[in-house]
């Protein structure tokens, strides 16, 4: 079926990362967008909570490899919709000297980074001098502050004539060529299902760290990615569980535990905010586009809506401008 013309009513619903990026793309390629957002503003979702790495090498340790390309291309879709906020500072990747095989195997799983002394790791990264024996770093890796990104984008998105309908809850609404559902774990699907993501935002300035680190450990592998005014998210668990309840004592101990091991200055700092959110996952954990008669589906982002996101609204944006 094709378009009744070049210039599309589309409605999406959903103002997550997978909403707002689809949103961007089929603007540009001219057609005419609205978006339905349940909430009453931009957040409050799985993106608003996310870390922000595009750190596709360092994700090819549990992920399968298809996801460096798009990652790639990624970082440059970020810095050309939003210049100024992606940080190309790359990844470190750290374990405690007990922890060294844990540091081997992660090397073993990836590629595209360099191994690290002692003293590079302090030119890196000063607070971290004398505290790891040897790193890897993933230069050609990102970063932004997935708040920050998603109001901008919805500020520009807003000044290109993207409708935003807030407190909207009624799936499809009609009158449009075309819906594109970008509904996360508000899509109706036997096979997504939820993997629990709990994070720390603290607050310290008595470390000073000015890219992603990973902390690698057998059992509870944490990060921390710095953010403005001191703050360093600390995070995520992944617990195969669609509870939103708070975070439990148990994860903010393990987080805690974590960011003091990479450096004992994290135990003064101010625990700023604490929270969960569900990544929407199939079951081979890479994120698809579908297409029912009117309606596309964007869903499954899992670990990487920042870092597939713009692949995910390209072709979708592609199919929806080839095939309807
Ligand atoms: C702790 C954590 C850390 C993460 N770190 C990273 C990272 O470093 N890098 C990375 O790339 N990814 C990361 N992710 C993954 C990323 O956050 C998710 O893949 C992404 O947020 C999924 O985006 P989405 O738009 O599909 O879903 P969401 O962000 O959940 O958005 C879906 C939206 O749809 C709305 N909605 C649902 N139902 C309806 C309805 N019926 N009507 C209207 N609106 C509706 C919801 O309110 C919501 O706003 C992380 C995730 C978590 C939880």
Redesign the pocket.
């Known amino acids: 079926m094709k378009m009744k013309t070049a210039f599309p009513d589309i409605s999406i619903?959903?103002?997550?990362?997978?909403?707002l990026t689809t949103a961007l793309e089929l603007r540009i390629r001219g057609a005419n967008v609205s978006i339905?957002?349940?909430?009453g503003e931009i957040g409050?979702?799985?993106?608003?909570?996310?870390?922000?790495?595009?750190?596709p090498w360092c994700e090819g340790e549990s992920a399968c490899h298809r996801m460096t390309a798009p990652g790639l291309t990624a970082i440059d879709w970020w810095n050309r919709a939003l210049p100024g906020l992606v940080k190309r500072t790359g990844t470190l990747v750290v374990a405690m000297p007990r922890d060294a095989d844990e540091l081997n195997r992660f090397a073993a799983r990836t590629s595209n980074f360099c191994q690290l002394a002692m003293t590079d790791i302090a030119d890196l990264e000063p607070d971290l001098a004398g505290r790891f024996r040897s790193a890897l770093y993933f230069r050609d890796e990102a970063?932004l502050d997935?708040r920050k990104s998603m109001l901008a984008l919805y500020r520009k998105l807003s000044d290109m004539g993207v409708q935003f309908h807030f407190n909207?809850?009624?799936?499809y609404p009609p009158g449009f060529d075309l819906a594109v559902d970008?509904?996360?774990?508000?899509?109706a699907d036997k096979n997504l299902r939820a993997v629990?993501?709990?994070?720390l935002l603290l607050r310290t300035s008595e470390v000073a760290l000015t890219r992603p680190v990973r902390l690698l450990h057998p059992r509870f592998p944490i990060y921390v990615?710095p953010r403005e005014d001191h703050c360093y998210l600390v995070?995520?668990t992944m617990i195969e569980s669609d509870s939103t309840s708070a975070i439990s004592a148990r994860s903010a101990m393990e987080l805690l535990n974590a960011a003091y091991a990479l450096h004992p200055a994290f135990g003064e700092a101010e625990i700023v905010e604490t929270?969960a959110?569900?990544?929407?996952a199939w079951p081979d954990n890479l994120p698809r586009v579908s297409l029912s008669d009117k309606t596309i589906v964007?869903?499954g982002?899992?670990?990487?809506?920042?870092?597939?996101?713009p692949e995910m609204a390209k072709q979708a944006a592609t199919r929806i401008f080839e095939e309807f």
Request: charged share 10%.
């Open positions: 619903i959903g103002a997550g990362v997978a909403g339905f957002e349940r909430n409050g979702n799985a993106s608003w909570q996310a870390a922000g790495m595009l750190a970063h997935p909207h809850d009624n799936l970008c509904t996360g774990m508000g899509f629990r993501g709990e994070i990615v995070g995520a929270a959110a569900l990544r929407p964007i869903n982002l899992y670990r990487h809506g920042f870092l597939l996101g």
